[in-house]
């Protein structure tokens, strides 16, 4: 059984650990990736479907990951997500580089969250992506080496080609690499970058490190309902194993940290629990020792490398649907750093001869964004203040506080334009599988058609954005 659950497990990470996870693989694809016989790997495809932890795209005999995956990747990732996000972006704005967070699984390492530079000339990094180079900073970090002294709070430094590479390793209370953050940058900016680089990754660790240690809360209503289902190891001796695994998974990721809790709380036998957390270390999805278990941070990127694509798949006809009624232009957007960035829209003509331009695929700056406070209000008045750019007003950033407290409280935002008089715009936000805001759903019409039915298209809009958070959780 721990072999059959093993291989399933390197099957999900292998579709995982891709660039994009939502992209379909064919089972043939899967098969020779793991040295498995067509019809095992076939079956066990079948099996992790059943389960939720792949799925089965229309392409016949192909996968893509799974809702089952995505959501526990979401899970893993909830305590932290909004500290990465805020340490990652206030690195991204002194450095103005491309910064990454790295996490080890097993013998790999893999990106599970990147802000890209916005320079013409960068060095890139995406999220999925796994790092091969054994000499990069990164590598070093996880290992362990450094470049001074100690190895506690230094920062690492390597060059390819004309690439330069500074990081530092991310460590939990008992001293495991957790994680690596770091900053890419092209050799010729890295007289003035390295030094920048090494000053503000100290106090990304600092803050991603003290978030580490915050113990996460509720995992006894998570315990409680596995309990529920499983009884005493419920008949679940000659069960499939991947059911059992992705209970104790669920839990592992809620909080529940040791083998005693998760047996009580998922109705297993410790010793099924202690195989099953084995063949889970194996794999590289769980870490720690049997009283400090957490998921591996690399689980983290799944959900984050699978959003795009899935904005778009699923918000392309939402966003049509939105704009058809409602005779209005429909965006989706993301952040990109402090810059927002469209990935869906709909066009919608105003009449008497004039139409909205195009933003798809085209960044804007933060303020003055339709969905920008939206897309920010996950972060308080302490936290957007360190990251807010410098560039703007002492009156232009407390406007931007002030729209960020409304979509709070309210749950949407309605801004009638200051800078293109005659547009108003109406956005509330989409949360990803961690319940973090990725998206802003934004609705832009004539300011004289908006007015009179305002509270209608605000309620469109919020609906638009719920159903599209379902989609991704």
Known sequence: MSARLETALRVVRLLAARPDPTAPMRVGEIAAELSLGLSSASRLCSALDDAGLLQRCLDYGAYRLGPAAIALSGDAAHPVAPTVRLELTRVALHVGETVCLAAPAGQSVHMTAVIDSQWTLHAPAEVGQEVTDTASAIMRAVRGEADAPTRFGACIESADGRQVEVATPVLS????????????????????????????????????????????????????????????????????????????LRLVAGGVCSIADLAHAAGLRRDRVRRILDACRRVGLVEGGDEELRLSWSVHGWYRAALNSTLVREGEPLAADLATQHSACVYLTVLKGMRSFTLVEQLEGFGGGVLMRSWLARLHPIVGSDGGPTMLMDLDVDQLSAIFPNRYSEHERMGFLQQVETVTRDGVLTIESPDELGITSISAPVRDASGTVAAAACLVDATERVRPRRVELEHAVVQMAAALSAKLS
């Open 173 to 248: 209370a008992a001293g495991d690499c957790v994680a690596v953050v770091a900053v890419r940058m092209p050799s010729y900016r890295a007289q003035r970058g390295v030094p920048l680089a090494r000053r503000v990754l100290r106090m990304a660790r600092d803050g991603l490190e003290r978030a580490l240690a915050v113990e996460r809360g509720g995992a006894g209503a998570l315990g409680g309902a596995a309990g529920a289902e499983g009884g005493a190891d419920g008949g679940a001796a000659g069960a499939a194993p991947i059911e059992p695994a992705l209970r104790v």
